[in-house]
């Protein structure tokens, strides 16, 4: 549900390993997908085209479908909605696993759809489109979700199709975890560069660095302890992105093994008109600050060029990012 970039590598994927895969998206996707059919590849050189004779694709989700599973991977501000459409079309008790970035998705959803079974998950990794039909990982990682008995007869399947999947009896802290890396989306949307050459930069590393940092203070006071999604433990991330741009590289090599054409899926949003999922991220660091009676204005202000990128459309440099922020 949502075949985006997220849902269209998934699905595709599990599709290639021979699972029944119905994909429901918007028109213009599928109108690629019709005609295209739909490719997967990634840094790895792996290559996974599937013809559009193979695909089932679907502007809302078919009734009586009954479907064993869903994988919910639209933006975060379509929530709500999806899982109304999902309650009309599904059977109750369906299990559909949150594929979505930030923390309030599976609460938002139960509200709408609570006849659903909701389970909280997590994609680490970033998939670009690059051409209709045409998805492509450029960075790596481990699917992560909830623990749940409908899950635990799923995992053979995803790991045929390439997609192991780890599950966690406290998802919280990996959210969290994925969340702290998740606050450069704005930085590199903001550059209008690919991810390998906005890490690079090293005023826009400055930028990062400084949102993450403000982000663990307001985690310890929470006492929330974020989970090591990098090769790096959370609280060493800033001092990393701090080191000048010669260091950087050697001490971050690991981190630094994206692909040249990969951006975060906030670029991708900016350039097509799109509504960005800056609350869903950013927003989560400042309502945590509000539940503590304290501020984020790091992530306060980077949230507000976001949101006025419609009205400028300029990328960002370095320099320019920073003295926006206020970062010395």
Not at 190 to 202: F, I, N, T, Y
Not at 223 to 247: E, N
Not at 256 to 276: E, F, K, V, Y
Request: proline share 9%.
């Amino acid at each position: 549900m949502g075949a985006g970039s997220i849902g269209c590598w998934l699905g595709g994927r599990l599709a290639a390993a021979g699972v029944p895969v119905h994909f429901v998206g918007r028109p213009r996707v599928l109108q690629a997908l019709r005609e295209h059919g739909l490719t997967l590849t990634d840094r790895d050189g792996g290559h996974a085209p599937l013809p559009p004779t193979q695909l089932s694709l679907h502007e809302v989700p078919p009734p009586r479908l009954a479907p064993a599973l869903v994988l919910l991977c639209v933006k975060s501000g379509g929530t709500a909605d999806a899982a109304r459409q999902l309650a009309a079309a599904l059977p109750a008790g369906t299990p559909v696993v949150s594929m979505q970035n930030g923390l309030s998705n599976v609460p938002s959803a139960q509200a709408a759809a609570p006849a659903l079974q909701w389970i909280a998950g997590m994609v680490p990794y970033n998939i670009a489109e690059v051409g209709p039909g045409r998805f492509h990982r450029g960075t790596s990682g481990l699917l992560a979700a909830q623990d749940h008995p409908a899950l635990r007869a799923w995992q053979a399947a995803f790991d045929r199709a390439g997609l192991p999947l780890a599950l966690h009896a406290d998802l919280r802290s990996v959210q969290w975890g994925k969340l702290l890396l998740n606050l450069n989306n704005a930085v590199n949307a903001l550059s209008g560069l690919p991810l390998r050459a906005q890490l690079l930069d090293a005023d826009l590393r400055l930028c990062t660095a400084a949102l993450i940092e403000e982000t663990l203070a307001l985690l310890a006071a929470a006492g929330i302890v974020p989970a090591k999604m990098s090769p790096l433990p959370p609280a060493w991330v800033p001092r990393v992105m701090r080191l000048p741009t010669p260091l950087f590289r050697l001490v971050a090599s690991g981190s630094l093994r994206i692909d040249a054409q990969a951006r975060s899926s906030m670029a991708d949003d900016l350039a097509l008109g799109r509504p960005t999922e800056i609350d869903a991220l950013q927003g989560e660091v400042i309502r945590l600050a509000r539940s503590l009676g304290r501020a984020a204005p790091l992530n306060e202000r980077i949230s507000a060029l976001v949101k006025a990128w419609p009205e400028r459309r300029q990328p960002c440099s370095g320099r320019a990012l920073r003295e926006a922020l206020g970062i010395g």
